[in-house]
């Protein structure tokens, strides 16, 4: 069984991804200082809590163990707050990474999988979006993720050092057994704050944004679950094992929905009223984001499971409801 380096995975996309890791025969070892992750989402799992930007600690463990590969996961994932502290991203998503990837070359392991993002595109010119699309982010997060790319391919091309960037859109759902779920404080993503109006009837899910050039002038996002994310994780690390090539993929359904379709999906799903404020636009939002995955399709043998809005949410309404019972 070859060993997986997965940092950052005792959050939300990275324990999902360990679950799959072990279900297709490979070893995964958990690396997550536990600022925003929780040991709970790995138990049963190896854990070494670390720091990705402690280069003696990194070097030690790829020491010890025979790694093949590193999936990194251990990003600042908040558009919003990114404009309001940009050096705390650049600093944990670049300055850090940087440090991983020098710890990862001083020891050997030249095998990286990287959780991008569409953020990378800023707006985009083509819809869906394709992997050859220009990279142009308007935010600092997008931006720190386009850095990354940009390290990875120089890397590629001076050392034998391969990598897959996987550049997803709105990663939602929980896993269907409802143990692990989405879960980030402060909370900022879409679905998980429209079922906390579901559940509570004093709070207000803000709609940020009400006059894009859209169907109902709301955001349009490509909604994908988080497990099927996942299983491209896997197929991406399979390819990458065996080919030995740096690519990049993009991991979305295809299908867009707007902020106002995903309120009454939760809605339809929920049975319950849902309060809702227009509030203006967040800096850095493009008005549309959608992915073009025929790629990963066809290189990988990937396909979603979940294609309809209403079975993402299902899960996650079955997540929430257990999450709350107890205190994540």
Same mark, same amino acid.
């Given at each position: 069984m070859?060993?997986?380096?997965v940092?950052g995975?005792?959050g939300?996309?990275?324990s999902?991804v360990?679950?799959?890791? $072990?279900?297709r025969?490979?070893?995964?070892v958990?690396?997550?200082?536990l600022s925003?992750?929780?040991?709970? @989402?790995?138990r049963?799992?190896e854990?070494?809590?670390g720091?990705?930007g402690d ?9 010890e163990? $025979?790694?093949?590969?590193v999936?990194n996961?251990?990003?600042?994932? %908040?558009?919003?707050?990114?404009? $309001?502290?940009?050096?705390r ?8 990474? /940087?440090?991983?990837?020098?710890a990862?070359?001083?020891s050997? /392991?030249k095998r @990286?999988? @990287?959780?991008?993002?569409?953020? /990378?595109?800023? *707006?985009? &010119?083509?819809?869906? #979006?394709p992997e +050859? %699309?220009?990279l142009c ?11 990354? *790319?940009e #390290?990875?391919? !120089?890397l590629?091309?001076?050392?034998? @050092?391969?990598?897959v960037?996987?550049r997803y859109f709105n990663?939602a759902?929980a896993?269907p ?7 980030h ?5 879409l ?5 906390r109006?579901?559940?509570?009837e004093s709070?207000r899910?803000?709609?940020f944004?009400? !006059?894009?050039?859209t169907?109902d002038?709301?955001?349009v996002? +490509?909604? #994908?679950?988080?497990n099927?994310?996942?299983d ?8 990458l094992?065996e *080919?030995d ?9 295809g299908?867009g929905?707007t902020?106002?379709?995903v #309120?009454e999906?939760?809605r339809?799903?929920?049975g319950?009223a849902?309060?809702q404020?227009d ?8 008005a549309?984001?959608i %992915?073009?995955?025929?790629?990963? /399709?066809?290189?990988l ?8 809005l +209403?079975?993402?949410v &299902? ?7 257990r999450r ?5």
């Open positions: 070859r060993e997986i380096l940092t995975g005792a939300y996309i990275g999902h360990v679950r799959a890791l $072990e279900a025969g490979f070893a995964p958990i690396y997550d200082n925003t992750g929780f040991r709970d @989402f790995v049963g799992f854990l070494v809590q720091s990705i280069y003696e600690t990194l070097c030690a463990l790829f020491r163990r $025979e790694i093949a590969c999936m996961f251990a990003s600042f994932i %908040a558009v919003g707050e990114s404009v $309001e502290l940009p050096l991203y650049y600093e944990n998503n670049v300055s850090r990474t /940087v440090t991983l990837l020098r990862m070359l001083d050997g /392991v @990286f999988i @990287f959780s991008s993002s569409a953020a /990378v595109y800023g *707006e985009p &010119e083509i819809v869906p #979006i +050859d %699309a220009r982010p308007t935010s600092p997060y997008g931006r720190t993720k386009h850095f990354v *790319e #390290i990875l391919r !120089d590629d091309v001076s050392s034998e @050092f391969r990598s960037s996987l990663a759902g896993h057994s409802g143990e692990i779920g989405e879960s404080v402060p909370e900022t993503h679905i998980p704050l429209v079922m109006a579901a559940m509570d709070y899910i803000k709609v944004g009400t !006059d894009y050039d169907r002038g709301t955001c996002r +490509d909604y #994908i679950h988080v099927d994310l996942a491209a994780h896997v197929l991406a690390l399979e390819k094992l *080919e090539r740096t690519l990049a993929y993009n991991l979305g359904n299908s929905f902020v106002r379709e #309120i999906s939760v339809r799903v929920t319950r849902i309060g404020i509030a203006p636009r967040r800096p850095g939002d493009p549309s984001l %992915a073009s995955s025929d790629r990963a /399709v066809k290189e043998g990937w396909k979603p499971r979940y294609a309809e +209403d079975s993402i &299902e899960t996650a309404w079955r997540w929430e409801s709350l019972r107890k205190g994540y």
